[in-house]
């Protein structure tokens, strides 16, 4: 025969145990929607950063960081460029394209990195916040126009 007291202590326990794994979804949702939002502006940053001419990428790379930094989301903050961006190049060099014109072929790599805010772990433990990093390489071509 049970007490009267063992099924309020079980229906306690579990409802501690079910809020406990409410939280911790709480903060991986987070830590998903700052990969989510980091995946997306580096594809971006390394989209726009190979449309035009390759002495220009780290500006328009920066241009969309900086787009991704006045969106204000509660959830990512320090969102920068990891370094500057690389562009490897297949053909003749761009400065003697420049003189005569042609076609430069080649591929950009931009690397983004954000640090997601945990609405749960980190009021709990402090100044716990991860920092995530996404890498992108598009090819592109740029033509050089006559002068």
């Not at 007490?3 to 202590?9: D, H, L, P």
């Not at 326990?13 to 809020?19: A, H, R």
């Not at 790599?109 to 749960?120: A, K, R």
């Amino acid at each position: 025969m049970r007490r009267k007291g063992n099924i309020s202590i079980e229906f306690v326990l579990g409802i501690v145990v079910l809020v406990l794994i409410g939280l911790g979804l709480l903060d991986l949702s987070a830590i998903l929607l700052g990969m989510q939002f980091n995946d997306s502006l580096c594809t971006e940053a390394s989209q726009m950063a190979a449309n035009g001419p390759p002495d220009q990428v780290a500006q328009r790379a920066g241009v969309v960081v900086a787009r991704g930094k006045s969106l204000n989301n509660w959830f990512v903050s320090n969102i920068s460029l990891n370094g500057n961006p690389t562009v490897s190049l297949t053909g003749p060099s761009p400065s003697a394209l420049q003189t005569r014109g042609g076609p430069v072929n080649g591929l950009v790599s931009v690397s983004t990195v954000v640090q997601v805010h945990l609405p749960v772990l980190g009021s709990v433990v402090g100044s716990y916040s991860p920092q995530l990093q996404s890498t992108r390489t598009s090819s592109f071509r740029y033509c050089y126009p006559t002068p």
